[in-house]
């Protein structure tokens, strides 16, 4: 008889849609995703909703989840997630979306899924006008219209990712305060209820009401006063019930609710040998 492998966690696989750097798996997430569903299919593996694993992290059934599985879970939010952009160096990009939306097309055992994958966007519009002129080519390519029709539909669902990510290209007078391009040094809970509290109403206000549940430390970094003091405290007033890293882990029952672990595309993994080894590294 052969032993069926055990799984040893659930890893949440990253990726940015604004990183394109070339039309190669390992220089473009957009080709890495689209390739990575291939692998993660053909290999037997299921992708859930960020949805079903907090559900049975929260309620220690992880067990019960399908054997073996992945999330999936992207960040920043620009449009490069959800349209088909022409990028000034490198040509035409499938969007995320699209790219999931071609992935169920040959897998029509997700064709109702919901939540397929999560986006944690950057809440603020003056943030995102700002990090459009100055990280993008300031073509309006980072506002936030396809969030309303994106929750709609299900198959990509929206989350906090923070109020401005504390970014180092933001202009001074958008910032709380000076530090920024770390998301380390949260000083005091007024700061927490800045980055936290400001993006989930947001959210809210658009989305619906209980819509963002979950937040996306900016950069992995997670600050203790956060972690320890602000979120687990603050669920009633903030509606988080779960944070996550870049700890680059796979999220067991024995993971902290406030530091869910994540792997990140191009720096855990760049190859497709690379990512069936971290896959086959979790089963047992």
């Known amino acids: 008889m052969i032993k069926q492998k055990h799984q040893d966690g659930v890893p949440i696989l990253t990726y940015h849609s604004v990183q394109v750097d070339g039309n190669n798996y390992a220089t473009n997430d957009h ?145 709380f305060g000076n530090d920024y391009g770390s998301f380390e040094n949260i000083k005091d809970f007024a700061e927490c209820h800045w980055q936290i509290d400001q993006g989930q109403a947001y959210l809210d206000a658009l989305l619906g009401s209980g819509s963002a549940r979950y937040f996306a430390y900016p950069y992995g970094h997670c600050p203790d006063i956060l972690a320890e003091r602000y979120l687990p405290t603050h669920q009633q007033q903030t509606g988080v019930v779960a944070a996550f890293t870049t700890e680059p882990e796979p999220v067991t029952q024995a993971s902290n609710r406030w530091r869910l672990p994540r792997y990140v595309f191009r720096r855990d993994w760049s190859s497709l040998s690379g990512l069936q080894g971290l896959l086959d590294s979790l089963q047992s």
Request: proline residues 5%.
């Open 31 to 175: 080709i890495g995703l689209a390739e990575d569903l291939e692998v993660i299919s053909f290999s037997g593996w299921t992708v859930i909703s960020l949805d079903q694993l907090v559900a049975a992290f929260i309620q220690q059934c992880m067990d019960a989840l399908p054997h073996p599985c992945v999330a999936i879970t992207f960040d920043d939010g620009s449009w490069f997630d959800w349209y088909d952009l022409p990028h000034p160096s490198f040509g035409p990009q499938r969007s995320f979306h699209n790219i999931l939306l071609d992935f169920v097309a040959v897998n029509p055992q997700y064709k109702n899924a919901q939540g397929l994958a999560t986006s944690f966007v950057i809440v603020s519009p003056q943030a995102r006008v700002s990090l459009d002129q100055n990280c993008l080519i300031g073509k309006g390519w980072w506002s936030d219209e396809w969030w309303v029709q994106a929750q709609s539909e299900g198959l990509l669902n929206i989350q906090n990712h923070s109020w401005d990510h504390k970014h180092h290209r933001i202009e001074q007078a958008l910032r």
